[in-house]
């Protein structure tokens, strides 16, 4: 039975485990951490209104549920020329037949970045924004910012959802509590027009959407700086803050940075369309890289969200099995590139879509905000196997 090694307990690495166990392989998952995050539900834990178990499920579960290997731990070095991995406790393994890295990406360093806490960080920094937001409102007034940076060397490593949400959430629960009034929200990226790859439909109803809350706009400036007051500009302006949410680009992990494998100029790998890594003379390695680790080539508005990672994963099982079986007919990521997402709001949504042919943002008031609840429930049963998956979802 053909061994494959799993780097990564994401969205990617989860999918891809599942997949290639069901076509019978010894399928072996490595995560630095034990549970499998659904970090799109996390935005719920600030304002109380989830908990951090409930976008938690442990994997463990996902384990017994699926029949792959599971190890905890963090990975020190990749040398896949050699075929082999070693971890941070002194492990090595080298006996695997294929290599599917999906560790996720590090983040852009930022001057005083340590001032600031993000929604799409540590999973447990949703814990310490919830406790920061407490803070001020037990003091009843304040100024908040929120909002996310970009990395010119690849703009598909832009995170900006989470942050609008989180915002939109945070005042709908100041007004739920009647102190809306008391806080000053305010929305900043280094872009002049943020959320632009959405559509241009998509980029007239946020901003409608934020002069109708009173959300606070400050967009065009590039950052050079965060201090424990505020965020400092190029033109050495300054927007005060009493709480920072910032959300930085994607950047290279660090393992990979300093791994033989081939890095595009911001340090994600390079595979091609099918997700395999190639050699310098073009040929396939028995490495892939899948998720927010690897290169997204495509439209300029291409983004990386977690159903553009399982799909990767899905066509990495099946385009390791076409391999095995002697055969070409691989499945690539391209095809399938979108945007999609349901933006939440706390009292209701917008369903986001954008592809080669259309964009467009659909209010879905209400509704909205428990389709994205069911999702979360869905996301994780179906992870399970309680349910059956959704094509597409």
């Not at 994401?10 to 630095?32: E, M, R």
């Not at 539900?41 to 792959?68: R, Y």
């Not at 959802?161 to 000053?184: D, S, W």
Request: hydrophobic content about 40%; overall charge neutral.
């Amino acid at each position: 039975m053909k061994k494959v090694l799993i780097l990564g307990g994401g969205f990617a690495g989860v999918d891809a485990a599942v997949y290639l166990k069901k076509l019978n392989y010894d399928v072996t998952l490595v995560s630095d951490r034990d549970f499998f995050y659904i970090f799109p539900t996390s935005i719920w834990i600030p304002t109380h209104e989830s908990e951090f178990k409930d976008v938690c499920v442990d994997l463990k579960e996902l384990q017994v549920a699926h029949g792959f290997n599971l190890l905890i731990n963090s990975v020190s070095k990749i040398e896949h020329k050699e075929n082999r991995v070693t971890f941070q406790d002194g492990m090595v393994m080298d006996d695997y037949d294929y290599l599917i890295v999906a560790m996720g990406a590090s983040k852009m360093k930022h001057k005083g970045i340590e001032n600031t806490l993000s929604i799409c960080g540590a999973p447990e920094q949703s814990l310490l924004i919830r406790d920061k937001l407490d803070a001020l409102i037990a003091k009843g007034s304040g100024k908040i910012a929120m909002g996310f940076g970009g990395n010119p060397n690849d703009t598909s490593a832009v995170r900006g959802g989470p942050g609008f949400e989180l915002l939109f959430n945070v005042h709908n629960m100041l007004k739920k509590k009647g102190i809306r009034k008391n806080f000053e929200l305010t929305f900043f990226a280094p872009m002049a027009e943020p959320g632009k790859r959405m559509g241009p439909q998509a980029l007239k109803m946020m901003s409608t959407m934020f002069d109708k809350l009173e959300l606070k706009q400050h967009f065009g400036k590039k950052i050079t700086a965060f201090e424990a007051d505020g965020i400092v500009f190029e033109d050495n302006s300054k927007l005060e803050s009493d709480f920072t949410m910032f959300i930085p680009a994607g950047a290279g992990h660090e393992v990979i940075v300093n791994s033989d494998l081939p890095l595009n100029a911001a340090g994600f790998i390079k595979t091609d369309d099918f997700s395999t890594v190639l050699d310098d003379d073009g040929k396939m390695t028995n490495v892939y890289a899948i998720g927010d680790v690897a290169s997204l080539e495509g439209y300029d508005w291409r983004a990386k969200q977690g159903h553009v990672a399982e799909v990767m994963a899905k066509n990495v099982a099946h385009n390791i099995q076409e391999r095995e079986n002697n055969s070409s007919n691989f499945k690539g990521y391209n095809e399938h590139l979108n945007i999609l997402c349901v933006m939440d709001t706390g009292n209701g949504a917008a369903f986001v879509y954008r592809d080669e042919k259309r964009a467009f943002m659909l209010p879905m008031p209400i509704i909205g905000h428990w389709l994205k609840k069911g999702w979360g429930s869905y996301c994780r049963h179906s992870k399970l196997g309680n349910i059956p998956r959704i094509p597409g979802m």
